[in-house]
């Protein structure tokens, strides 16, 4: 069974509720392996040049940052208490920003940082992998305050029915804490928390829509789109390491049956058990909200604040399915008979 969560009133705070957890690399881990720059640890965005390959160092690992932001046009912020690099108060400075393109074309938005005598770090806006080469392909050179919340994980859209442990499919938003959820691997569990946040339906924000029938759902499933649909694929082991497979929603996009809904307004709903699981939404199975730092950095404020505040230092570990990257999807996904529609 999954482990409780920590008892918020006995369970200290790594850091105050106004910091935001990170996940950096520093400059040596991120270089330049050919172009004009190669050789180098990672470069200043203004000395940056556009064509040059990146690699993260196949020995990099993710140092913890805690960020005090600021809410202004000049630095960055701060070190809060917790940070793996520097001392807590210390200035952070945003230099600016590089685009980085994948091989499979997934872009990846990295924010240059200043920590002063702790030296440049990378923070990547979204995963950054390693055995991958990547081209830069922008630069933004302007500094200004350090903006995280770009996209929203697991979180599912007004109007999504969820399957309760008595055979109900009741709609998120009515979704109560204490509430019997059916998991895929641990029976019946006890919803923990609920967030909802009402944002405009652009850019990261815009939901996936899965059209009716074609994952077997009565009805439109519309998540945020960095929300993980569960796929079994016999055949995707010797490739995903797993027949069990999380893709994000974004990856799964056709523009046919399976769609991006951009324009207006959305609210979503994430929802958070003792551990990383697999509920079933519209009849869909997909994860739950995993919650760890470096989730925590891509939420909006307005949903990380309380949830950080209700249970500091949890951090889940991923569910048993294989995170597939973007890479592996079409080659695993959308190969003929094994399309979205045959997910479970």
């Not at 770090?121 to 995280?148: C, M």
């Not at 499919?169 to 019997?180: K, S």
């Amino acid at each position: 069974m999954p482990a409780p969560l920590p008892d918020p009133a006995t369970v200290p705070a790594p850091a105050p509720s106004a910091a935001h957890a990170v996940t950096v690399f520093a400059a040596d881990d991120l270089r330049v392996l050919s172009g004009a720059n190669a050789g180098d640890p990672l470069p200043s965005p203004t000395d940056s040049i556009c064509g040059d390959y990146y690699r993260l160092e196949d020995t990099a690992d993710g140092l913890t940052l805690w960020l005090a932001l600021s809410a202004g046009d000049g630095d960055a912020g701060q070190l809060a208490a917790g940070s793996a690099l520097g001392q807590p108060g210390e200035p952070v400075r945003l230099l600016g920003r590089l685009s980085l393109m994948a091989p499979d074309g997934d872009h990846v938005e990295v924010l240059v940082l200043d920590l002063g005598t702790a030296g440049r770090v990378a923070l990547p806006l979204s995963p950054l992998l390693k055995r991958h080469t990547y081209t830069l392909i922008a630069t933004d050179a302007t500094p200004g305050p350090i903006r995280l919340a770009d996209v929203v994980a697991g979180a599912f859209a007004q109007g999504t029915r969820i399957a309760l442990a008595d055979g109900r499919q009741v709609p998120v938003e009515a979704l109560q804490p204490g509430d019997l959820v059916i998991t895929r691997d641990h029976g019946a569990q006890p919803l923990r928390w609920k967030g909802a946040v009402r944002l405009r339906a652009e850019g990261g924000f815009a939901p996936v829509a899965v059209l009716p029938g074609v994952m077997g759902n009565p009805g439109p499933l519309i998540v945020s789109p960095h929300h993980r649909l569960f796929l079994y694929r016999r055949a995707a082991k010797p490739l995903a390491g797993a027949a069990e497979l999380l893709v994000q929603a974004r990856h799964l996009v056709d523009d046919v049956s399976i769609l991006r809904r951009a324009g207006g307004f959305v609210e979503y709903h994430s929802l958070v058990f003792d551990a990383h699981e697999v509920i079933y939404a519209e009849g869909v199975p997909c994860e739950s909200l995993m919650v760890c730092p470096a989730v925590l950095t891509r939420l909006p404020e307005t949903l990380a604040a309380p949830l950080r505040e209700a249970f500091p230092g949890l951090s889940h570990r991923l569910h048993t399915g294989a995170d597939v990257q973007p890479g592996l999807v079409s080659r695993l996904v959308d190969r003929p008979g094994a399309g979205p529609s045959r997910s479970h």
